[in-house]
């Protein structure tokens, strides 16, 4: 199993408009063969702050 974070920083006046548009990126990379987990969280520390929490059977 493959596991990767990815860090996304946005400014604040865009948090709508990225929360919208990251809808249809994780609905899209969930449906993909091999993905075991696709989800977006936002950090406790940093309301501009988010990370893609993703697992994948392998490389491919």
Known sequence: ???I???ITIKK???ETFLQAV???I???RAE???HGYELVQS???ETVYYML???EDMD
Do not use: P
Request: no cysteine; aromatic share 4%; net charge negative.
């Open 54 to 56: 993703e697992k994948w």
């Open 44 to 46: 406790t520390e940093d």
């Open 27 to 29: 609905a899209a990379t």
């Open 5 to 7: 974070e990815a860090q």
């Open 1 to 3: 199993m493959l596991h």
């Open 23 to 25: 809808k249809e990126v």
């Open 33 to 35: 063969v091999g993905n």
């Open 13 to 15: 006046e865009q948090t």
